[in-house]
């Protein structure tokens, strides 16, 4: 299975921005689907956002029009460029292969140790 490590995170003030990346040890490129999750503590990980092969993205309704997907499949790459942060957005971030586009819910690698976000003025 492919190992990733997050990258990026910080501490931002509410409507800030910050560019997570992930970087990946399996060719990104064979992956159909790829992925990001955040955890809050105690809680399980929830989807972010994912990306195919082709360029088409989906979004959890609560970061829509906030948050965009990328890859690189030439550099093994990720990227989660996130603007008008709220604190809501708190949590650590992981990214990670989806089953499917229809099943983000369902991961299929391990999770990598994450990259933590936390949004607070």
């Known amino acids: 299975q492919g190992q990733f490590v997050e990258s990026g995170g910080g501490l931002v003030q509410p409507g800030g921005s910050l560019r997570l990346s992930c970087a990946a040890s399996?060719?990104?490129?064979?992956?159909?689907?790829f992925g990001w999750y955040r955890q809050v503590a105690g809680k399980e990980h929830e989807f972010v956002a994912s990306?195919?092969?082709?360029?088409?993205?989906d979004y959890a309704d609560s970061v829509k029009g906030r948050f965009t997907i990328s890859r690189d499949n030439t550099k093994n790459t990720a990227h989660l460029q996130m603007n008008s942060l709220g604190p809501e957005d708190t949590a650590v971030y992981f990214c990670?292969?989806?089953?499917?586009?229809?099943?983000?819910?369902?991961?299929?690698?391990?999770w990598g140790p994450g990259t933590q976000v936390t949004v607070s003025s």
């Open positions: 990670n292969v989806p089953r499917s586009r229809k099943q983000v819910h369902l991961t299929t690698r391990n």
């Open positions: 399996e060719l990104i490129s064979r992956t159909v689907v």
């Open positions: 990306i195919t092969r082709d360029g088409s993205t």
